[in-house]
Structure formats: structure tokens, C-alpha cells
């Protein structure tokens, strides 16, 4: 089955920068549509940001002009910069993939993000 794997993730101050990484070996790439999910405490998850196979983007409000999601299909990776942090941006964050001719969907284990002074 398809394992993507996230990283990246840790404790950073507000204003600050992280990037986290999920990557999955042994597929081929170009095949699967993927996104940035995240899920506070008490909170229900939420759609962060989605890239598809052709590299079109696209942001939750909250996040637009502070978060880029970009792919390097030769590394089987997706990445998520996130600048300008706020602590309201605090959550796990979990790496989707979607297999686009069967929509089988894949997620990761999840990553901490944790803004705080």
C-alpha cells in the first residue's frame, strides 16, 4: 500500500518559518493529486493547501500568501513552506495523496506544528 511519510515539523516562535516534507517511495508520482491537511485540538481537520499532478495550487484563505505547496516528482516529494507562522497555525499536519484515475486516498501519519513565544 501507499505510505507517504511526513517531516518537518517541530516548535517555532510567531513570525518564524517551517518546512515540512511528505514523500512516498516506489510509486510513481505523477499519477497522484496531493494535499496539506492539518487538525488542532478540539478542532474538526481542515484542507490547508492542494497540488495536483500539473502543479495547480490551491490555498485555504487562511493560509494564502503566507504557505506555498510545490512537488518534485523526481523525489516522489510534496512540500509545505509556511512562513509568517501564528500560533493559531498550531496543529498536526497530515500529508493526502489521491490516486487520480481511482481516487484512492492515502494519508500520512502526521507532523506537529507547534507556534508559540
Known amino acids: 500500500q501507499v505510505q507517504p511519510v511526513e517531516s518537518g515539523g517541530g516548535l517555532v516562535q510567531p513570525g518564524g518559518s517551517l518546512r515540512l516534507s511528505c514523500a512516498a517511495s516506489?510509486?510513481?508520482?505523477?499519477?497522484?493529486?496531493m494535499g496539506w491537511h492539518r487538525q488542532a485540538p478540539g478542532k474538526q481537520r481542515e484542507l490547508v493547501a492542494t497540488?495536483?499532478?500539473?502543479?495547480?495550487?490551491n490555498y485555504a484563505d487562511s493560509v494564502k500568501g503566507r504557505f506555498t505547496i510545490s512537488r518534485d516528482n523526481t523525489k516522489n516529494t510534496v512540500y509545505l513552506q509556511m512562513n509568517s507562522l501564528k500560533p493559531e497555525d498550531t496543529a498536526v499536519y497530515y500529508c493526502?495523496?489521491?490516486?487520480?484515475?481511482?481516487?484512492?486516498?492515502?494519508w500520512g501519519q502526521g507532523t506537529q506544528v507547534t507556534v508559540s513565544s
Open positions: 497540488i495536483s499532478n500539473s502543479g495547480i495550487t
Open positions: 516506489g510509486i510513481n508520482f505523477r499519477l497522484y493529486n
Open positions: 493526502n495523496m489521491r490516486l487520480i484515475m481511482t481516487q484512492d486516498t492515502y
